[in-house]
């Protein structure tokens, strides 16, 4: 092979996420559309990627699908409620900063994405950036490891827990009660 590809720069995100083919992925966040196409592709024709993002980054996400070759379906969020079609997804993936949001903003969308899920699905979070920030710009917002259990445990996760922290994010996940 001439032209060999290398590792995908999301390799150990979507080891954390841990989608499977044909799972219906939820996929909020203002970014990471490399990660949610590659996300799709996990997920397969048999299954459903849905990113959830503001109106302005959708040409991201749109063009990032395109690049990997990926199928996504997109909705507007901006601020608010999601507006989904017919929940219940089996993996919920929340990627932000989730430290810059306040407290009742952080506990709000928590809740609602944790009755986005199917009894037993799981809910993954990403918070903070995955690159340092260059130039002298703002270091990414994490919430500390208890608060974010505490989030997601509030929320009515179940067996809340951080997975690890690797290149700038901290991944967590729970369960839904079945």
Do not use: C
Not at 147 to 152: I, K, N, T
């Amino acid at each position: 092979m001439l032209f060999k590809r290398g590792p995908s720069p999301h390799h150990t995100s979507l080891a954390m996420i841990g989608a499977k083919a044909g799972d219906r992925v939820l996929f909020v966040g203002p970014g990471h559309p490399g990660l949610a196409a590659e996300l799709a592709l996990v997920t397969g024709l048999n299954g459903q990627t849905l990113v959830a993002s503001p109106a302005v980054l959708q040409p991201q996400f749109e063009s990032a699908a395109a690049k990997a070759g990926s199928l996504i379906d997109l909705v507007t969020h901006d601020a608010g409620f999601l507006p989904l079609g017919d929940p219940p997804f089996d993996l919920v993936v929340w990627a932000a900063e989730i430290g810059a949001l306040s407290e009742a903003e952080r506990a709000s969308r928590m809740q609602e994405l944790i009755e986005s899920l199917r009894p037993g699905g799981r809910v993954v979070v990403l918070d903070g950036a995955p690159t340092p920030r260059r130039f002298g710009g703002p270091a990414p917002r994490r919430l500390p490891t208890e608060a974010a259990v505490a989030l997601l445990t509030g929320a009515g996760g179940l067996a809340a827990r951080e997975l690890g922290s690797v290149g700038g994010l901290s991944y967590y996940e729970a369960r839904r009660p079945r």
